[in-house]
């Protein structure tokens, strides 16, 4: 059975940092290209950025200089560090896992307000 279960959203003030950790089981990790999704309400969902099984990273410009993917092979875990926040950030977070099939976490909710 797969699971991708995201963790680590919450409550931000703006120019505060999270960092989001995505656990999977059930997939052979290190193969697979991981993504981080969002969806604000009234919005389609988006791609934030993705890591490849050779480390290659893509990010949507919004985001770029700071966000930062990574994955742990070793935990099965990948990880989005999100810097500098701003309101406009305020989404649900999906985990995404590729390879052929797709599979999806159950989101976790980052909202950031003053």
């Known amino acids: 059975q797969v699971q991708l279960v995201e963790s680590g959203g919450g409550l931000v003030q703006p120019g505060g940092s999270l960092r989001l950790s995505c656990a999977t089981s059930?997939?052979?990790?290190?193969?697979?290209?991981m993504g981080w999704y969002r969806q604000a309400p009234g919005k389609q969902r988006e791609l934030v950025a993705s890591?490849?099984?050779?480390?290659?990273?893509n990010y949507a410009d919004s985001v770029k200089g700071r966000f930062t993917i990574s994955r742990d092979n070793a935990k099965n875990t990948v990880y989005l560090q999100m810097n500098i926040l701003k309101p406009e950030d305020t989404a649900v977070y999906y985990c995404?896992?590729?390879?052929?099939?797709?599979?999806w976490g159950q989101g976790t909710q980052v909202t950031v307000a003053s």
């Open positions: 995404n896992a590729q390879r052929g099939q797709i599979y």
């Open positions: 059930g997939i052979s990790f290190r193969y697979y290209v």
């Open positions: 890591i490849t099984s050779a480390r290659e990273t």
